[in-house]
């Protein structure tokens, strides 16, 4: 019989907490992580999900959990072996790196190239530097194809094919087939990410990681440069109300009926 | 490298999107002549009237593989084109379509890329775009002598309203296509909503600020105060199953322009308030006085939701007694 297991790449990036407060940092091009708190990017705990549940449709399935970042980002990979993910791996950078796109994709598929994945999985986006261009510049490095923006999937039964749904703009979808191997982008909202077992979490704390150090080489001049990153305008465009909260309330529905008619 | 600024034109279902305008107006910004770039099949149509719309130069390149969108296709095509000529910029929409090819045609042609960016800046020749959901602005170049792919994120300027006397240049291009890996099949249409946001006087919206499930009850009762009143949400809460995906306002959800926008605890990320930005009057309430949502509020209120929204309720209700 026919074993059919798969080997699931899931790229998790290690972000600061949503409700984080962020200073510049001394180079003045990024934030600061001093007194942040990290945290798994909540865009990848769905790719991750929907790995653990074709895991759970074809079990014998293995998962590694790969992440880029200083040394502070393998609590991250730990919490996707908590989550359920079978290996964990860190390619490690200096402190206060900066990873561009081209940087940060040339590192997740020199570390992908000869390991035999069938699937590679990426947030939509990762939630500091929001860009969603990782998943698509790693398909393009390892020439594989892609689909990004994922709400649905499901592997042929000789595990040859994939299809998904595509989220496109305002509720319509894109259906495609996939050969495998192949990329996908995982959208937020496609599953609902489970919390740890007691079983995962007490494996994730023994458990040993992959450390990769030493990056690949960046062909030169080809990545855009950083200059600085600054605050946005502080003040707001409209006004605060002011008052206590009962002459607020008063005050807005006094603005609602002056600049409109539906009080 | 010419000094060209290349736009690549997108379209759904025969029709151009209005996205396009906005690229045009970004592009002018940025010094140098403007060509765009539109793929399909057939193509001429669609070339025709860009041309006639923005009055610049538009290439057409059209393959029978190009019916759907497919990236292996866009890449296939773009990169045939710059194997002739090679802009300075590729000016890409940062839209499912956009985002999905550009990165990677980047890597194809060995451009620098830059994803989602907001402005330009001609006085350095920098591009501006939003971390950190919008907590910071980053400011990004292309190295001299590196051309580069950029997304521009819809809604970030405002589209070009010039009139056109004279229609831009057509040039078409036909290619045959090798085999593909991805297959598009079709697209699928919306799922009809529980609820009509685009009818609706007021919507009363809930972001993840409410925290708590039953919260929701606050925001539908507010709703409820008004004859055409309608509850509308941020993504998050739709992802949570919190509320019916018909909820939900932004890109991905319903664009709406109600008399009276009432955001609750939403932050105001641009996939939110690309949605909502042209409601008559906007009001926000969050604990947050640097929230993006209040650079398109026209009013804010900067309290706890929890405890303003009640009171809110109370003056409304006697209001109507
Ligand atoms: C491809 C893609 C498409 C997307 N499409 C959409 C879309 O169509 N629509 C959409 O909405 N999002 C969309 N998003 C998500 C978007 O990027 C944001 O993540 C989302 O809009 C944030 O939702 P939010 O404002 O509710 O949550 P948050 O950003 O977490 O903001 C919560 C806000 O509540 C405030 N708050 C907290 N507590 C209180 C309180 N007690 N009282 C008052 N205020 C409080 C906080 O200050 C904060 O401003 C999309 C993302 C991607 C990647
Ligand atoms: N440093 C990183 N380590 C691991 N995965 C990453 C890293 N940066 C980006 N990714 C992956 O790429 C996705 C998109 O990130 P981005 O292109 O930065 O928006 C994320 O959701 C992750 O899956």
């Not at chain 1, 074809?58 to 959990?65: D, Q, R, W, Y």
């Not at chain 1, 069938?118 to 510049?137: N, V």
């Not at chain 2, 997108?10 to 045009?24: A, Q, T, Y």
Request: charged residues 25%; contains cysteine.
């Amino acid at each position: 019989m026919l074993l059919k297991t798969m080997k699931i790449l899931v790229c998790v990036k290690q972000v600061p907490e949503r409700e984080s407060r962020f200073l510049l940092d001394a180079s003045g091009k990024g934030y600061s992580d001093q007194g942040i708190n990290f945290v798994l990017n909540p865009y990848d705990e769905y790719a991750l999900e929907e790995a653990l549940l074709i895991k759970e449709k074809l079990p014998g399935t293995e998962i590694t959990a790969l992440s880029l970042g200083p040394a502070r980002t393998e609590k991250t990979v730990r919490r996707a072996l908590e989550l359920g993910a079978d290996r964990g791996a860190c390619i490690l950078t200096p402190e206060n790196y900066y990873l561009g796109p081209g940087e940060t994709a040339l590192q997740i598929a020199g570390f992908s190239r000869k390991r035999g994945f069938d699937l590679l999985f990426f947030g939509i986006m990762s939630e500091d530097y929001m860009r969603g261009q990782t998943g698509p510049m790693v398909a393009a490095l390892l020439q594989l194809p892609f689909a990004t923006a994922v709400v649905a999937e499901n592997i042929s039964s000789d595990l040859s094919r994939i299809t998904v749904e595509r989220e496109l703009e305002a509720g319509l979808r894109e259906v495609a087939e996939l050969p495998l191997p192949a990329v996908l982008t995982i959208q937020s909202g496609i599953n609902q990410p489970r919390y740890p077992r007691l079983t995962d979490k007490l494996r994730a704390r023994e458990q040993k990681l992959e450390a990769i150090t030493g990056l690949e080489p960046l062909p030169p001049g080809r990545c855009a440069e950083l200059l600085r990153a600054f605050f946005p305008p502080s003040s707001p465009a409209g006004t605060f109300l002011t008052g206590t909260m009962e002459e607020q309330a008063e005050k807005l529905i006094r603005i609602i009926r002056e600049k409109t008619d539906v009080l | 490298m010419n000094k060209d600024i290349w736009i690549i034109a997108e379209h759904f279902d025969g029709r151009i999107r209005p996205v396009n305008s906005e690229l045009i107006a970004f592009a002018r910004k940025i010094p140098g002549e403007i060509k765009v770039i539109v793929i399909g099949h057939p193509v001429k149509p669609l070339a025709e009237e860009i041309a006639r719309a923005t009055g610049c130069d538009v290439i057409g390149l059209d393959s029978p593989a190009a019916v759907l969108y497919n990236s292996e296709v866009y890449r296939y095509l773009i990169k045939k084109l710059c194997g002739q000529d090679q802009p300075r910029y590729l000016l890409v929409p940062h839209t499912p379509f956009g985002w999905d090819y550009a990165p990677a045609l980047a890597v194809d042609l060995g451009f620098s890329a830059i994803a989602s960016v907001t402005d330009f800046n001609p006085g350095n020749s920098t591009f501006i775009r939003q971390i950190l959901n919008g907590k910071l602005l980053e400011e990004l170049k292309s190295p001299p002598g590196c051309s580069a792919v950029v997304t521009v994120m819809p809604g970030s300027v405002k589209p070009e309203t010039e009139i056109i006397t004279s229609p831009g240049s057509v040039r078409i291009l036909e290619f045959e296509i090798p085999q593909l890996k991805t297959r598009t099949i079709r697209y699928l249409p919306a799922q009809p909503g529980t609820v009509n946001l685009k009818d609706a006087e007021v919507i009363v919206a809930a972001g993840r600020g409410l925290k708590v499930q039953e919260r929701i009850e606050l925001i539908r009762e507010l709703a409820s105060l008004f004859k055409r009143g309608a509850v509308g949400a941020s993504r998050p809460l739709c992802d949570q199953g919190w509320l019916p995906l018909g909820h939900q306002v932004g890109m991905t959800g319903s664009t709406v322009s109600p008399k009276l926008y009432l955001a609750c605890g939403i932050s105001g990320a641009l996939q939110h308030t690309m949605g909502m930005k042209n409601s008559g009057l906007i009001v926000a309430v969050n604990t947050d006085r640097k929230a993006p949502i209040l650079q398109v509020a026209h009013f804010c209120v900067n309290t706890d939701l929890s405890q303003f929204i009640p009171v809110l309720i109370e003056k409304i209700r006697k209001l109507h007694e």
